[in-house]
């Protein structure tokens, strides 16, 4: 679904639970040019797809979005200006699934804070 929108350059834990993530988005990628023309703002569900594709990884588990609370985007997130995202994951095991606690920044910028929860497919 993201094709060659955004590359992982590294994915490192911290604790048993917790990672950090580094990547750059690809500011020429299609979805781009429509959202929006001359002015470019990555799309709040390219974000969430970005972060189910990572635990995706990290759990090795296929995961089904069923929950998403406590969602705050603070900050545009333009692919010309700030391409390269930071991302904190917290993954605990929940029910049949996972709850992620997830921070995007740039910079010293949060873009976006969430709780995430999914089920395994």
């Given at each position: 679904m993201l094709d060659d929108f955004y590359t992982l350059n590294s994915l490192q834990p911290t604790t048993e639970n917790d990672y950090i993530c580094e990547l750059t988005l690809n500011a020429a990628h299609p979805?781009?040019?429509g959202h929006f023309p001359d002015k470019p703002i990555t799309p709040g569900v390219c974000m969430l797809q970005i972060i189910k594709n990572i635990v995706e990884s990290i759990t090795a588990h296929k995961l089904f979005?069923?929950?998403?609370?406590?969602?705050?985007?603070?900050?545009?997130?333009?692919?010309?200006?700030?391409?390269?995202l930071t991302l904190t994951l917290s993954i605990l095991p929940y029910?049949?699934?996972?709850?992620?606690?997830s921070t995007t920044s740039f910079g010293d910028t949060v873009a976006l804070k969430l709780t995430n929860y999914y089920n395994k497919v």
């Open positions: 979805i781009f040019k979005l069923y929950k998403t609370v406590n969602v705050k985007f603070m900050a545009l997130i333009n692919p010309y200006e700030n391409p390269e029910a049949d699934g996972y709850q992620v606690k």
